[in-house]
């Protein structure tokens, strides 16, 4: 074999470090965003935030390795992007009122402290209930049968595990029968919330239906209907109901309003869900006639370099300072890509906003159909963009906070040979269902029928699909008396 050298030309992709990170900050929403930051301004001793309050940084001495305490005041860092959250920080005062009594200061006891009042955490639903077993006079044996059964219920305060199968998972030498169990569990029905213990939908509805009155209007009737009958109910075979309960439109009336007041789930106020609230990006106004959009200066973190760390590699450049001057450039490239992240968001937003004039106007109904290839065109950005800055970015306009990818729909054809949006006939759907005849629903067939009526070609399948989407009850299940 012959060996030889060969030259060859060829251009590829580089992600240089930078734009990584410019990609990455992109696809984050908000709240990501701001923890991302946290963790630069842990990490990078040359970025702050410009209204933060920071210590006074221990700097070195011109000429010397050593460090001390600069007493001076802070130099006034300018500012490198405007770019934060209203982050919460305590006033100037704050620190020096908080120094006196950890050192020591003197205090008149007869001053007020104002304590912080933080909230009270909500207790578990075990808690709860042990709570009130433990005010129970019932024989620790039963009590300990009780708070077997409370650990076995589901977040929704049921118990769904068979007695049967309680008792298999018990040592033999206790002796436990099923009538123990039995005599537990209505123990355990006895205790707030109501409903709770109970082993199926009509067990919790009746449980809860005992506990009122035996005066409360159309009581007896309820009790024999989730008993019994709550699948006919379920299926709104009021006819049959009728019959059953032999009484009048008003009086089934009376007795559905009253099943529908009680709560299926009644341990669902104890579970602890998270709660997730949405800073939007982006505030949309009408000025002069225009619908303009702007950031959401609550949601851009102003970030700045530390100017006494920027001053100290500039009258030092030996190699000793090469990690601060490293960390000098990540801090510019943060800031930098951070600017470019809101100006892209900005970018994209007022473009969605020209083009879905209509819906701030009008509403959903005067949505038009819009695609990620058609922003990207006008903006001529890549579509993969788009689609990053317009997920988890949300938009706050008088009609409400929307995240940008709801304005984006595929369309349907018309008979005049335009489109309309699926946002668009999803909202007519609703206005139609809404308006309906609770007597006499409409079908899908006719609501297929109608929009056909008004130009809009859109089959039964596909009613059927935007009215699901939407939870919206099929015909037989949205009749009513």
């Not at 029968?177 to 005599?183: H, M």
């Amino acid at each position: 074999m012959k060996h030889s050298l060969q030259l060859r030309l060829s251009q590829h992709l580089t992600l240089t470090p930078q734009l990584q990170q410019s990609i990455r900050l992109l696809q984050l929403s908000t709240l990501e965003l701001n923890q991302e930051i946290e963790k630069f301004l842990q990490d990078n001793p040359l970025l702050e935030r410009e209204d933060g309050l920071r210590e006074e940084p221990v700097v070195p001495s011109p000429g010397s390795s050593d460090f001390t305490t600069n007493t001076a005041p802070a130099t006034p860092s300018d500012t490198v992007a405007d770019t934060t959250a209203s982050d919460t920080h305590g006033s100037a005062d704050t620190p020096g009122f908080e120094e006196d009594y950890s050192h020591g200061g003197t205090r008149d006891d007869n001053d007020e402290i104002e304590y912080p009042q933080v909230a009270a955490e909500t207790p578990s639903l075990r808690e709860h209930l042990i709570s009130q077993l433990s005010l129970t006079q019932i024989p620790d044996h039963d009590q300990r049968l009780v708070t077997l059964l409370i650990d076995s219920l589901d977040d929704h305060g049921y118990l769904h595990q068979d007695l049967a199968e309680l008792i298999e998972l018990l040592p033999p030498e206790l002796n436990i029968e099923i009538e123990d169990l039995q005599v537990a569990l209505r123990h355990l029905q006895n205790l707030d919330p109501p409903g709770v213990g109970a082993r199926t939908l009509g067990e919790c509805l009746r449980l809860q239906l005992e506990t009122l009155p035996s005066a409360t209007p159309y009581r007896g009737h309820a009790i024999e209907i989730v008993t019994n009958h709550l699948d006919v109910l379920a299926a709104r075979d009021f006819l049959k109901l009728k019959k059953v309960l032999r009484c009048e439109d008003a009086v089934l009336r009376g007795v559905k309003n009253l099943i529908t007041s009680l709560n299926p789930r009644p341990g669902a106020s104890f579970s602890s869900g998270d709660t997730r609230y949405i800073v939007p990006d982006v505030i949309v106004k009408k000025l002069k006639g225009v619908w303009l959009a702007a950031l959401n200066p609550d949601a851009m973190p102003k970030l700045r370099i530390n100017r006494l760390y920027a001053d100290i590699l500039q009258r030092n450049r030996d190699a000793g300072h090469q990690q601060l001057a490293g960390q000098l450039q990540e801090a510019r490239w943060l800031i930098k890509n951070v600017q470019q992240r809101f100006d892209t968001i900005l970018r994209v937003s007022q473009a969605i906003v020209d083009r879905q004039r209509h819906f701030f106007e009008h509403g959903e109904v005067a949505m038009r159909p819009l695609v990620l290839r058609e922003i990207a065109d006008t903006l001529d950005l890549h579509e993969s963009t788009v689609s990053r800055v317009t997920t988890q970015k949300f938009m706050f306009t008088a009609r409400g906070i929307y995240e940008l990818k709801y304005f984006f729909g595929s369309h349907v054809t018309t008979d005049t040979g335009g489109s309309a949006s699926s946002t668009a006939i999803r909202a007519l759907i609703k206005q139609l269902v809404s308006a309906e005849n609770g007597k006499k629903p409409l079908s899908d067939s006719q609501i297929s029928e109608i929009l056909g009526q008004q130009g809009i070609v859109v089959a039964r399948r596909t009613v059927a699909k935007y009215r699901e989407s939407m939870q919206i009850l099929p015909v037989n299940l949205r009749k009513s008396l």
